[in-house]
C-alpha cells in the first residue's frame, strides 16, 4: 500500500523478492500500487512515469492476471 516500505531481496538472480519492511535506509518507499493485469518491465515503466517522484519500479506477474501488481518506489530517506 502506499506509505509503506519494502526491501528487495536480489540474492535470488532469476526474481528478486520483495518483503513489507519498517521504514530504515536500505528500504523502498511505496509511492503507488497499480493492480491489474501487467505486461512487464516497459508496462511498469510506463505506469510509473504517470507518478511524481518515483525512482524504481517492481512488478509482479502472475498465471492469474488478477494477481498482477506493480509498484512504484522511491528510496526511503528520513526526511520524506
Do not use: H
Amino acid at each position: 500500500a502506499a506509505g509503506q516500505c519494502v526491501r528487495i531481496d536480489q540474492t535470488q538472480t532469476d526474481t528478486p523478492g520483495l518483503w513489507i519492511s519498517a521504514c530504515r535506509a536500505g528500504t523502498y518507499q511505496v509511492l503507488r500500487r497499480f493492480d491489474g493485469a501487467t505486461e512487464g518491465e516497459q508496462d511498469a515503466q510506463a505506469k510509473c512515469e504517470q507518478v511524481e517522484g518515483y525512482t524504481n519500479w517492481y512488478f509482479f506477474r502472475s498465471p492469474l492476471t488478477s494477481l498482477d501488481f506493480v509498484l512504484c518506489l522511491k528510496p526511503y530517506r528520513t526526511t520524506n
